[in-house]
């Protein structure tokens, strides 16, 4: 491991900002029946000044979209969750410096969610440019899966907030809301194509992420999904029917990171 790193391991330990837990102590019982962390249900008291609605992002990388939303939004707490120190170094570093009072940051897993947050402790979700993980719908932050753990979450009314380059994400995720009746508030393949509106906030099109930023610059489309999950039973999965995975992975077109081909483009020029 480089120094540079280890430098950045040592000061997140330092960071109020920054929650740090250990996954032995949350899987001491099995995966199955993870361990409550003491910060759940007591997000407001233990990591914000004030009693305000939570907002997560999921997969928020360096955290630019949870600090420009923190900004923003004085009258929301909002917290990063990502699974890299490296990254997440970036984003409490910056919320120190800043005094951000309502912006927090969690090093977990995603699938760990539900075991840091009770029923009802947030209102909204960000997944921003997710990996839309083409070869295994369970992985995909949008899944129905992933939708249970949030539902264990989420206040009632809740929304999800998609916002993805990736056209596969966009039309499986919306193919999940329909199979499953879920409330779709807003929906666009063209983002930048909207006007601001009520369906459309002045915030969608001036808050990006350092993604979003190299993607528009790549000329890709970025789209965005906002829907309620309120559902009564179990979650099911799109149809064939409802989502051709192997239709939309073809017209993905190639995904370049960072100037070169993203692993899944690979792929498919070698297939």
């Known amino acids: 491991m480089g120094h540079g790193k280890l430098r950045k391991f040592a000061e997140n330990e330092t960071f109020t900002c920054l929650l740090q837990p250990s996954s032995a102590e949350l899987l001491k019982d099995g995966f199955f029946s993870l361990s409550d962390h003491p910060v759940k249900g007591n997000w407001c008291p233990q990591m914000f000044d004030t009693v305000h609605p939570i907002v997560l992002e999921l997969g928020c990388g360096k955290g630019e979209y949870t600090l420009e939303l923190a900004r923003r939004n004085p009258s929301h707490n909002h917290v990063g969750v990502d699974i890299k120190g490296a990254r997440l170094w970036k984003g409490a570093g910056q919320a120190t410096a800043e005094k951000l009072r309502n912006a927090a940051f969690l090093r977990t ?109 790549q000329g890709c489309k970025i789209t965005y999904l906002a829907f309620r999950i309120d559902h009564e039973g179990p979650y099911v999965h799109p149809s064939e029917d409802d989502f051709d995975a192997k239709y939309w992975r073809a017209a993905e077109g190639p995904r370049m990171l960072f100037g070169h081909d993203s692993a899944e483009t690979r792929r498919q020029k070698i297939k």
Not at 177 to 184: C, G, P, R, Y
């Open 109 to 217: 897993k995603v699938e760990f969610i539900d075991a840091f947050f009770a029923p009802g402790e947030v209102s909204e979700i960000w997944l921003t440019f997710s990996d839309p993980q083409m070869r295994s719908e369970n992985s995909r932050l949008s899944s129905p899966l992933f939708l249970e753990r949030y539902r264990r979450i989420l206040r009632p009314g809740g929304v999800i907030h998609l916002k993805t380059d990736s056209r596969f994400l966009y039309e499986y995720t919306l193919s999940v809301a329909k199979a499953n009746s879920l409330e779709v508030l807003a929906s666009a393949t063209d983002l930048y194509a909207c006007s601001p509106c009520a369906e459309f906030p002045t915030e969608l099109f001036e808050v990006q992420t350092f993604y979003e930023k190299m993607f528009i610059g």
